[in-house]
């Protein structure tokens, strides 16, 4: 089941959490929420199972740009590992595409990467922490989203953002974002890690694509 709460209804489950790094993180996620005055607007999206809360996510939802941005995505503690992020990510899908939201936005850590990378996203950039920027039209379901990213592995304009965008993804690639060593390395591990789904250089051209994949021999196109 999916509710929708509000910073009182989070405060609650945050002092009832044991203590951890997915309690942590929901902490610092709510506290963010708070600050900005998103609750109102924006409530934190949860999953229920019977009467307990399994996990939570933080998006805004944009009528004018039809872009819905998911912020964070976090498992309760102790409920890890047992398919919970997956379902209550594929509960958001259908909820922003029932809001008719036409692309989807997210960065996403290099530690989360091989999880993201299981539910059909391409990425195009890095922001200043070393995140893998994904922006790409919202499909309603997650399998859905995969059969899509597989088609645009092949055609890589169909999911471009506008030009807008993409002339600021442009300045947003690896070599151009200054990030400490350690997090070079991380950020570089995560970029091979998605391997073919990085499309950041089909943000200037998506001619020839074809040609350019059969001639690749390490599966990193553009690197």
Known sequence: MIKLLNENDVSSLIQRAPSGENTKFLKNAHNLWF???????YP???????SLCVAVIYAT??????????YEICTMQNMERKGYATEIWSEYLKIAYERKMKRLKISCTPESIGWHK?????????????????????KRTREEQIRFRDKAVIDPGIAKPDEKVCEKLKNEQIENVKLNPK???RTWNAIK?????????????TENYKIEKEGSSNGIIGL
Do not use: E, H
């Open 61 to 70: 939802f944009s009528d004018k740009t039809g872009y819905t941005n998911l």
């Open 118 to 138: 299981k539910n059909g996203l391409v990425f195009w950039g890095v922001d200043k922490q070393g995140s893998l920027k994904s922006d790409q039209p919202l």
């Open 44 to 50: 934190c999206i949860a999953l229920y199972k019977d």
């Open 193 to 205: 890690n998605v391997g073919d789904y990085y499309l950041g250089r089909y943000l200037w051209t």
């Open 35 to 41: 600050r900005f005055k998103n609750y109102q607007r």
């Open 183 to 185: 997090q070079g390395v």
